[in-house]
């Protein structure tokens, strides 16, 4: 298993050094690094997308996870904001996404879901 997303990572490596800009692949990147306890390279990753799409809710809900599993949940709770606020709407996933697992703990994630009206 971890020699195929070694693998994986690798060859979207090559894919993204050949067109940095292909934000299919910078997403699957930053998704591969993250399973791999890459985050700071998840993280890199995921700003870049944010960058390059900053409409896009999932980008920014991916950022929020990202930052959330480095631990830094003012950061990750402002960019969830930016995910609900651009459309993101899996809450159930929010909920659930053992990414946010620490982030839910958090009393600003409490206030957001009541914000934004989101069932638990």
């Known amino acids: 298993m971890e020699e195929d997303l070694n693998f994986e990572i690798q060859f979207l490596k090559g894919v993204y050094r050949r067109d940095p800009h292909d934000?299919?692949?910078?997403?699957?990147?930053?998704?591969?690094?993250?399973?791999?306890?890459?985050?700071?390279?998840?993280?890199?990753?995921d700003r870049r997308l944010v960058r390059l799409e900053p409409d896009n809710p999932?980008?920014?809900?991916?950022?929020?996870?990202?930052?959330?599993?480095?631990?830094?949940?003012?950061?990750?709770?402002r960019a969830l904001?930016?995910?609900?606020?651009?459309g993101?709407?899996?809450?159930?996933?929010?909920?659930?996404?053992?990414?946010l697992e620490e982030l839910r703990e958090h009393p600003n994630f409490h206030t957001l879901i009541e914000e934004f009206n989101i069932p638990c």
Do not use: Q
Request: with cysteine.
């Open 81 to 86: 904001r930016a995910a609900i606020d651009k």
């Open 58 to 77: 999932s980008a920014h809900y991916n950022l929020a996870c990202s930052l959330a599993l480095k631990e830094r949940m003012p950061d990750a709770i």
């Open 23 to 45: 934000t299919s692949v910078i997403e699957l990147l930053a998704s591969l690094y993250n399973e791999a306890g890459r985050i700071n390279d998840g993280l890199r990753m």
């Open 88 to 99: 993101y709407r899996e809450f159930d996933w929010l909920l659930e996404d053992p990414d």
